[in-house]
């Protein structure tokens, strides 16, 4: 149900409760005027105090519809009280009987739970007594109206309750749907990033390679060009497996392409990687963080010397890559790359750490379970 329609019914119901009560109140002294022997004073009461109640109760019913609170309050709940009981000194029969289950619904709507409930129950037992009184010790109607007053009281909270929560409930789906959208553009703006930032790289540096070896070894140029398209075929498959939202990487695949990649920028590439098997998540994110370090190496450093390596222990595998040639710029705080890897490290229950290593030299390393 929407908040519009648990609204919706809230009003009709508890319309229709309040008109009803305070209706028969008045009802009751307008046809005693005539058939029984009542002043018609006691009607013109009858009907200022039927104002009385159903004025305040109404705009405490809407304002509690709205989670707020009237603007006169609490006067209003000061004259709904007094034209609920005080009026019994001027009418008879019991006038408080009939409207006072509209007043415990005020009392619940607008006071604070640790009071409102004491009062309820103490209009619940006020009316039990004085109907009994009335009536001569008529248990039945006694019990019939002090528990009235008490369920018409807590049905109404209910309702205007449940609307509250319904009004609720939509604006937290919205918020989901709003942080949903949010969470889509930061996974295409990191996939984008770490994808294509290693895919571009590499093309750029293709691409000064073949245009040295151009005129003095035409037949290496061509070899890394055919690369370069290789790699710019791997960027567009990328960017359709972001748009996808499906991104399946391996780690010893992407170690493959790393090695290659930095070889064919002039750095030595070391590797050695532990036989394990690892969870779809804990590989992936092991993956990305050989991509990303890559890329910071080839980047942010004058490296000759890279190692890549694995190691397993104590149900935590550990990535480790290091590298020479570290620029006095360091990648730790340098911006989107780092922070995506940390999040994909967490999303797989594990941590990354980035630091210098040794003169000049940065470490990368990643722990996740097995």
């Known amino acids: 149900m929407t908040s519009d329609a648990a609204r919706r019914l809230a009003i ?37 105090a039927g104002v009385c109640t159903g004025v305040p109760h109404y705009l405490h019913v809407r304002a509690g519809l709205r989670g707020e609170r009237p603007p006169l309050f609490p006067t209003t709940l000061i004259v709904q009280a007094v034209a609920t009981y005080l009026t019994n000194l001027v009418l008879p029969y019991g006038w408080s009987a009939v409207v006072s289950p509209l007043f415990a619904g005020s009392l619940l709507i607008l006071l604070p739970t640790r009071l409102a409930w004491p009062l309820v129950g103490l209009a619940t037992v006020y009316q039990g007594w004085q109907i009994y009184g009335a009536t001569g010790g008529h248990m039945a109607l006694t019990l019939f109206y002090a528990v009235t007053v008490f369920s018409t009281g807590v049905m109404i909270y209910a309702l205007v309750r449940s609307a509250l929560m319904a009004k609720e409930l939509d604006q937290a789906k919205a918020e989901l749907a709003e942080a949903a959208v949010l969470k889509e553009r930061l996974r295409i703006s990191r996939d984008l990033h770490d994808g294509l930032g290693r895919s571009l790289t590499a093309i750029a540096l293709k691409g000064d390679l073949a245009a040295r070896l151009v005129e003095r070894d035409p037949v290496s140029a061509k070899t890394e060009v055919g690369e370069l398209v290789q790699v710019a075929r791997e960027a567009v498959q990328d960017v359709r497996q972001v748009a996808r939202g499906y991104r399946q990487m391996s780690l010893a695949g992407e170690v493959d392409r ?20 690892l969870p779809r998540l804990s590989e992936e994110a092991m993956a990305w963080g050989v991509r990303e370090a890559v890329t910071n190496v080839l980047r942010h450093s004058r490296a000759t010397t890279c190692s890549i390596s694995t190691s397993v222990r104590a149900g935590r595998a550990r990535l480790e890559i290091v590298n020479d040639g570290a620029s006095a710029v360091s990648p730790v705080s340098a911006g989107n790359g780092l922070t995506g890897l940390e999040e994909r490290a967490s999303q797989a229950g594990g941590a990354v750490t980035a630091e210098p290593s040794g003169a000049n030299g940065f470490r990368l390393t990643m722990e996740v379970p097995t």
């Open 12 to 48: 009709t119901v508890i319309a229709t409760i309040s008109a009803c009560y305070t209706v028969m109140a008045v009802v009751l002294y307008l046809i005693s005027t005539y058939l029984v022997y009542v002043p018609f004073s006691m009607s013109l009461w009858a009907i200022a």
């Open 258 to 277: 790393a090695v290659s990649l930095l070889e064919a920028s002039g750095v030595a590439c070391q590797v050695n990687l532990a036989a394990a098997t």
